[in-house]
């Protein structure tokens, strides 16, 4: 009889030890991934976006609060997300702009967040246009793309201005953390593009989601990146698959590359850049800390007039 309950009782933990694991996993690897993959990749509002009939309006009174004049306008994206602009120029009369700077704001932001540049750049006698990337302020759009829809954004913007006569040359692309990337992605295929400054890009999928994990403080479970990815890529329909080091592309437009984190720059994404780009085309050097420094140094990478 003692044999015959051990025997059971082993029966028991055995049991009970499978469930225990099997719950433990769907909690770690399925409920717990869907609910932080939104609030790391999706913007904090996002459920007023369900409605596709809701938008915000285009309002330019931050920036006409600071001294600024910007024109407003919209472009929408190849999947109809509408993208909220501003146009700035000199109001000097008959002032022809020597270029144009299209600034992409840093992750968590929106365009207000680069205010500090545009007189510095209107004062190198160049046209301005920023813009609030999908799913951030003004624009639509529920989750971000890790730069590689943004790219797309950012080449149907440039196609607008180009169309409407608003895009004099040369054009310098300017983006910070995601929109680094989207300048970057946009530069290998947009040929209307003369210069790009990247400040902080991530240069592939793999290091935007293990950024994104270390920004929200998420757990670190077996396999993280591949699992938080995966499940990104079906809570926000990603449309590609996760891209690491071996598929980062040469840069052939010039491009001054600036990396916040020292680790970084010793890290293997930017030596992969660095070893497959033109010594000629391609800058990279640690960004500044300070925040007057930084838009000195991105100022002078830009050109003076």
């Not at 120029?89 to 932001?109: E, F, M, V, Y």
């Not at 530069?187 to 400040?199: A, F, G, P, Q």
């Amino acid at each position: 009889m003692a044999k015959l309950m051990s025997k059971k009782t082993k029966e028991i933990v055995q049991t009970s030890t499978v469930i225990v694991l099997a719950v433990l996993f769907i909690i770690f690897y399925v409920v717990y991934p869907l609910i932080v993959i939104p609030n790391m990749t999706a913007r904090p509002d996002r459920d007023k976006f369900d409605d596709p009939e809701y938008a915000v309006p285009n309002d330019p009174s931050f920036f006409t609060q600071i001294g600024l004049a910007p024109d407003t306008f919209a472009v929408m994206s190849n999947d109809n997300i509408r993208l909220a602009a501003l146009y700035f120029s000199s109001p000097q009369p008959n002032s022809i702009p020597k270029g144009t700077a299209i600034i992409l704001h840093p992750d968590d932001t929106d365009r207000t967040a680069i205010a500090d540049l545009i007189q510095p750049m209107l004062d190198n006698g160049l046209a301005v246009v920023i813009y609030d990337q999908r799913a951030s302020g003004k624009s639509g759009g529920k989750f971000h793309y890790a730069g590689n829809l943004e790219a797309d954004d950012l080449t149907e913007l440039i196609s607008w201005l180009s169309i409407h006569g608003r895009l004099p040359s040369p054009v310098a692309v300017i983006g910070f953390e995601t929109g680094a990337d989207a300048a970057i992605n946009a530069d290998r295929n947009e040929n209307l593009i003369s210069k790009v400054i990247s400040i902080d890009p991530a240069l592939t999928t793999s290091k935007w989601m293990n950024r994104r994990m270390d920004r929200y403080g998420v757990l670190s479970i077996l396999l993280p990146t591949m699992t938080y990815f995966w499940w990104y890529q079906k809570v926000c329909s990603y449309p590609d698959d996760r891209t690491g080091v071996d598929d980062i592309k040469p840069l052939e437009t010039p491009a001054l590359v600036l990396v916040s984190d020292p680790n970084e720059l010793a890290g293997k994404e930017i030596a992969r850049l660095r070893s497959i780009s033109s010594p000629e085309k391609l800058q990279i050097e640690l960004s500044p800390t300070a925040k007057e420094e930084l838009y000195r140094r991105i100022i002078s990478g830009v050109g003076s007039k």
